[in-house]
């Protein structure tokens, strides 16, 4: 995890901290007007820290939900179920408040949201003509397109509720800019040392380009591509560079019935 990506998740546990202290200390040990202080500094908090904007050329996909959304719900489950253990503590009895301390466990349930959030802000995938970098929590991956060992279009589907997580449930793939759980299609590039990444092909708006890049380079054009598609790849290609010619064969002697060089 980059600096980027560190103030992206300060920016939201940060901000929980400050509601939870404002919702629980205006009801308890604090006046209504200092609590809606905290509330506020909780607002200006997430608001106001700087934020890195995707580069220009960067694509992402639609995340689903959105990035808003999954902060929203992520505030909506830690708020509340934080500060009512902390409120109970000081107005029922102790056995009671005891039990309460349970809801820490569902509110314990916004950290990986508000991981999964950070994380997106802070990922995106740019494509140049020899290569594509990869920028995940802030942290930048780039190779060149000679580096891979082989490109694929895969359907890409998750359960239902489960595409918020992909990058807690698959493993294999070293980073996933794939959103929502619907069937798409996404492009798997696999380099030579093993790393997998995976990018939504929706998200890309000349995927062309790309595979023409790709071509040109010498990689074998990604499995799942029509025989209409790759004919037209290699149309472009040639008109832009030419046609490539093949490597001439190296002329063999004749031999004999015994072996021997005619």
């Not at 493993?171 to 030579?192: F, M, N």
Request: aromatic letters at 10%.
């Amino acid at each position: 995890m980059s600096e980027t990506g560190l103030i992206e998740l300060m920016r939201r546990i940060g901000a929980l901290g400050l509601a939870v202290l404002g919702l629980a200390g205006g009801l308890t040990v604090f006046s209504p007007l200092t609590g809606l202080v905290c509330l506020a500094a909780a607002v200006g908090l997430y608001v106001g820290l700087p934020s890195q904007k995707p580069p220009t050329g960067a694509v992402q996909p639609e995340w689903q939900p959105t990035i808003l959304m999954s902060d929203c719900i992520g505030f909506l489950v830690g708020v509340p179920f934080f500060a009512l253990p902390l409120v109970a503590a000081a107005y029922v009895p102790s056995a009671v408040a005891g039990w309460t301390m349970l809801l820490f466990l569902p509110a314990a349930f916004c950290f990986p949201i508000f991981y999964v959030s950070a994380r997106q802000a802070t990922s995106w995938a740019r494509f140049f003509g020899n290569g594509f970098e990869v920028t995940d929590f802030g942290l930048t991956m780039r190779l060149r397109y000679t580096e891979l060992a082989r490109a694929e279009i895969r359907i890409w589907q998750l359960p239902r509720g489960l595409s918020l997580f992909a990058p807690f449930l698959d493993r294999r793939h070293g980073v996933t800019l794939v959103a929502g759980s619907a069937p798409s299609k996404a492009l798997r590039l696999t380099s030579k040392t093993g790393a997998v990444f995976v990018i939504a092909t929706e998200a890309i708006p000349d995927l062309e380009r790309i595979f023409v890049d790709m071509d040109r380079a010498g990689i074998e054009l990604p499995k799942g591509l029509s025989d209409l598609g790759r004919r037209r790849i290699r149309r472009v290609r040639e008109k832009r560079w030419g046609k490539v010619e093949p490597e001439p064969t190296p002329a063999r002697k004749d031999q004999g019935r015994f072996g021997r060089t005619l």
